[in-house]
C-alpha cells in the first residue's frame, strides 16, 4: 500500500524557519507528481508547493520567495523548507502524491490520489 507520513511540524516564531518531511512508501517519487497543502481550520485547503514534470516547481503566492520544495528520490522524501514564517503559516501541512501520466502537475488536491495524516505547523 502506499503510505506518506508527515514529520517535522512544531511551534515557530514569526520569522522562524522550518522543514517538514514526508517520507513515502509503496511508489518511487521520482514517478508520481508531489506536492504539499496546508489547511488552517476553517479554511480551504491550499496547494502550497508541487513539482512540475522538467523539474521547476510552482508556490502558491502566499509561499513564493520563502519556500522551498525538494526530495530526495534516493529516500524517497518531499521536503518543504519555509523561511520568514509568518502566523497566517499556522496551518496542517499535508503531502501528497498522484499519478498524472503526461499531464502537469497541480495544486488542485482533487488530483492527488495519496496523503498523509498532516503535521502541524503553529506560527506566534
Known amino acids: 500500500h502506499v503510505q506518506l507520513v508527515e514529520s517535522g511540524g512544531g511551534s515557530v516564531q514569526a520569522g522562524g524557519s522550518l522543514r517538514v518531511s514526508c517520507v513515502v512508501s509503496?511508489?518511487?517519487?521520482?514517478?508520481?507528481?508531489l506536492a504539499w497543502f496546508r489547511q488552517a481550520p476553517g479554511k480551504q485547503r491550499e496547494g502550497v508547493a508541487t513539482f512540475h514534470s522538467d523539474g521547476t516547481s510552482t508556490y502558491a503566492d502566499s509561499v513564493k520567495g520563502r519556500s522551498t520544495i525538494s526530495k530526495d528520490n534516493a529516500k524517497n522524501t518531499l521536503y518543504l523548507e519555509m523561511y520568514s514564517l509568518k502566523p497566517e503559516d499556522t496551518a496542517m501541512y499535508y503531502c501528497?502524491?498522484?499519478?498524472?501520466?503526461?499531464?502537469?502537475?497541480?495544486?488542485?488536491?482533487?488530483?492527488?490520489?495519496?496523503w498523509g495524516q498532516g503535521t502541524q505547523v503553529t506560527v506566534s
Open positions: 501528497a502524491a498522484g499519478y498524472f501520466g503526461g499531464s502537469v502537475c497541480t495544486l488542485n488536491g482533487g488530483s492527488y490520489g495519496y
Open positions: 509503496g511508489i518511487t517519487v521520482r514517478r508520481y507528481c
